[in-house]
């Protein structure tokens, strides 16, 4: 256990024309450091379909990082991709992870709900989506973070080669 290659995708169109600091993104990469994990990439894209999908698959494919975090995106306004990009870019599901996610932040907010979040695998990478509010993606990812060690370690397999595309 430990030793995870992280990567984190804020998913803002302010955060992309450096209107707005990403205290998101810093949020995560702060409990991701926190847990010993190594932060391989940390990068903002707009509100764009093929921005958000592109990087993801170049973590994936090309970093070949255990896991990436994206914050932002998630919610119900027109330009709230990042749900739509990760389905294209993920092979399998993962529907867990949002799952408990959503049913605890429902205990702090009925917003929860409104929630479009996704999570899957590609290759050997699990990709979580988390809120777009430091707040939201610190809470959110403290959620699942018990389970993430046991479920990296079980995409890793038995040390094998996962396949990249």
Known sequence: MGGYRVAILTVSDKGSRGERED????????AVRGMGWR??????????????????????????????????GTGLSPRDLTP?????????EAPGFVEAMRAASLRVTPHAMLSRAASGIRGC??????????????ENLEVI?????????KLRGDGGECATT
């Open 125 to 138: 990478t699990l990709v979580v989506n988390l809120p777009g509010s430091p707040r939201g993606a610190r």
């Open 39 to 72: 932060v391989e990439a940390r990068d903002i894209v707009p509100d764009e379909l093929g921005d958000i999908e592109a990087k993801l698959r170049h973590y994936c494919d090309e970093l070949g990082v255990d896991l990436v975090l994206t914050t932002g």
């Open 84 to 92: 739509e990009a990760t389905r294209r870019v993920i092979h399998r």
């Open 145 to 153: 973070l018990p389970a993430l060690p046991h479920g990296l370690e």
């Open 23 to 30: 205290l998101s993104g810093l949020a995560v990469e702060e």
